[in-house]
């Protein structure tokens, strides 16, 4: 981007109090136009900086061939109507003008034998199922789908405002909607789910229990299991119209709609502090923007280590990025995905997901998956604005080691080519044992690895969510949300938003910006507020803009 394409009336030094407080923030993921959206209603004039060609981060989608491969949403937290995360996204038009798809399971897991266990989302009708599959497990299959259904009658979406700014009442009344279920909290925190899946006799249910979010996140207890099957029971964890891109589109359009301004390619290399005050930000072309605050809506250790130089840390920051942060459990994995173009149109019967439990020599065949389970998804089910007329979209993804890819991208690249080929030849060979045929009517495929999520998102070792939740990093990142509020030590008007700070997740990316806005708003003595988009219109393909070509996804 050059110089005459970005804002020349921000080149200057900022006097303090001279007109609206002007906000610059760094990155175009879901939490960077959040924050952007919440500056604009309440009154501030802000700018994103952003080193792609288009919105969303990890939130999008790219085309090849008419084919659109969405990346990122496989379930939305507040797709529907009548609770806090719903309102958020109702705030940053998210969901303005569209529809969303509810299906009646969550996912298949399928074993190395054929044998197969369904999750539907009606704890009803999972109960029923999951007794025919293993009658022996009869008591914790009761207790498991119990505990679904007392989920459903709950309604707890703390996305709206952060703990330090609550008032007593507020808290209070936080309190006594939790106190009735308090035992239920704690007792499903409390129990890993890898302890209660290696209760059940059945040796399926003991792999299947872990990956029924389609792959085995590890560190997880029982609690998110039973609250997102409770969710999408209530139909609260839908696909939204358009998939991942398009919601990032339209929250970027809800940002421009209030005065905001996108400006791509626009990379950030330096945070300019002047007497311990955030003023601004350099970027690679050399040139210096100013504002009265900075949000970083990018990758912590990028931001605190590059832009910042590391000179604002304390113990807790030093443990998340210098200890932590080197801790593989602790951070989501990188994901391969395989992504696949074929003619024709699978049967509505079909199941949108399944998670195959792959034998030990499908295994070894398939390049870095320490799981050993390939997920299979007819995204095709969850909207048909990704084919073709007639055509149909497979993705195929399973966690991987960044470290792996990395490695061969950069000391060997004919390896590491090779290597995405035979990950792309195993998934269309377990493919066509699948659906016959297949590969006859295969149009293209597309392979991404972790290194690939690094490079166009910089995230660090390609994670696809930070850290882990119900780990020790996501405490200490706790603590510099609240304790912290989103700011780091010795550095004044800085704050941090996004999934290195607020947690992994769309809901908790898209609140992060609502509560550094908050916390500015607490700064200047304001007062907050918020309101939903007007923006009714029905949505169509054509609102997705460009769509970057698949060189986006490996270069």
């Known amino acids: 981007m050059s110089r005459e394409d970005l804002p020349l009336d921000w080149c200057e030094p900022r006097r303090p109090g001279a007109g609206k407080p002007r906000v610059i923030v760094i990155g175009a993921g879901i939490s960077g136009m959040s924050t952007g959206v919440y500056a604009q209603m309440n009154g501030m004039d802000s700018r994103i900086y952003e080193s792609y060609v288009m919105p969303g981060g990890c939130c999008t989608g790219w085309v090849r061939k008419g084919y659109t491969f969405d990346y990122c949403i496989e379930w939305l937290i507040g797709s529907g109507a009548g609770n806090a995360a719903h309102q958020v996204w109702q705030e940053l038009g998210a969901l303005d003008g569209k529809t969303v798809v509810n299906f009646e399971m969550f996912n298949r897991v399928v074993g190395p034998d054929g044998r197969e266990v369904t999750f539907y989302n009606d704890p009803d009708r999972l109960e029923q199922h999951l007794l025919e599959v293993s009658p022996q497990d009869e008591a914790l299959i009761r207790s498991?789908?119990?505990?679904?259904?007392?989920?459903?009658?709950?309604?707890?979406?703390?996305?709206?405002?952060?703990?330090?700014?609550?008032?007593?009442?507020?808290?209070?009344?936080?309190?006594?909607?939790?106190?009735?279920?308090?035992?239920?909290?704690?007792?499903?925190?409390?129990?890993?789910?890898?302890?209660?899946?290696?209760?059940?006799?059945?040796?399926?249910?003991?792999?299947?229990?872990?990956?029924?979010?389609?792959?085995?996140?590890?560190?997880?207890?029982?609690?998110?299991?039973?609250?997102?099957?409770?969710?999408?029971?209530?139909?609260?964890?839908?696909?939204?119209?358009?998939?991942?891109?398009?919601?990032?589109?339209?929250?970027?359009?809800?940002?421009?709609?209030?005065?905001?301004?996108?400006?791509?390619?626009?990379?950030?290399?330096?945070?300019?502090?002047?007497?311990?005050?955030?003023?601004?930000?350099?970027?690679?072309?050399?040139?210096?923007?100013?504002?009265?605050?900075?949000?970083?809506?990018?990758?912590?250790?990028?931001?605190?280590?590059?832009?910042?130089?590391?000179?604002?840390?304390?113990?807790?920051?030093?443990?998340?990025?210098?200890?932590?942060?080197?801790?593989?459990?602790?951070?989501?994995?990188?994901v391969v995905s395989v992504f696949l173009g074929v003619q024709g149109e699978f049967d509505r019967s079909e199941p949108h997901t399944t998670t195959y439990l792959l034998s030990d020599s499908e295994r070894q065949q398939l390049p870095s998956a320490p799981q050993g389970s390939l997920v299979v998804q007819l995204r095709s089910h969850y909207s048909d604005s990704f084919t073709p007329p007639g055509r149909s979209v497979i993705h195929c993804t399973y966690f991987s080691d960044y470290a792996y890819w990395h490695r061969l991208r950069s000391e060997d690249r004919k390896e590491y080519w090779a290597q995405k080929r035979r990950v792309a030849d195993f998934v269309r060979a377990y493919l066509e044992r699948l659906y016959p045929g297949l590969n006859e009517r295969v149009e293209v495929v597309n392979v991404s690895s972790p290194a690939t999520t690094q490079r166009y998102t910089g995230n660090h070792n390609g994670s696809i969510l930070a850290w882990k939740a119900f780990t020790e990093a996501e405490d200490l990142a706790n603590k510099l949300l609240n304790q912290g509020r989103m700011q780091l030590p010795g550095l004044q008007r800085f704050y941090m938003a996004g999934q290195w700070i607020g947690g992994g997740g769309l809901i908790r990316a898209a609140s992060s910006g609502r509560y550094v806005v908050q916390y500015i708003c607490d700064e200047q003595g304001r007062a907050f507020q918020a309101y939903p988009s007007q923006g009714g219109k029905a949505w169509h393909v054509g609102q997705l803009g460009l769509l970057h070509s698949e060189e986006q996804a490996e270069a």
């Open 144 to 334: 498991f789908c119990a505990d679904v259904r007392r989920f459903v009658k709950l309604e707890m979406y703390p996305v709206l405002k952060p703990d330090p700014l609550k008032t007593w009442r507020e808290r209070l009344g936080e309190w006594m909607g939790i106190l009735p279920s308090f035992r239920l909290f704690w007792r499903s925190g409390a129990m890993q789910m890898d302890t209660f899946a290696d209760k059940f006799r059945d040796p399926l249910l003991r792999r299947a229990m872990r990956n029924i979010f389609f792959q085995d996140p590890g560190c997880f207890p029982v609690l998110p299991y039973l609250y997102n099957l409770a969710c999408a029971h209530k139909n609260n964890a839908g696909f939204p119209q358009g998939g991942s891109l398009a919601l990032a589109r339209s929250v970027e359009a809800r940002y421009k709609s209030l005065g905001g301004r996108v400006h791509y390619r626009a990379r950030v290399e330096k945070v300019l502090v002047e007497d311990g005050r955030a003023v601004g930000v350099e970027l690679k072309n050399g040139t210096r923007h100013y504002a009265d605050y900075v949000v970083s809506a990018c990758d912590g250790h990028t931001t605190i280590y590059k832009m910042l130089q590391g000179r604002y840390v304390n113990d807790t920051v030093e443990k998340l990025y210098k200890d932590l942060l080197l801790r593989p459990d602790i951070l989501y994995p990188g």
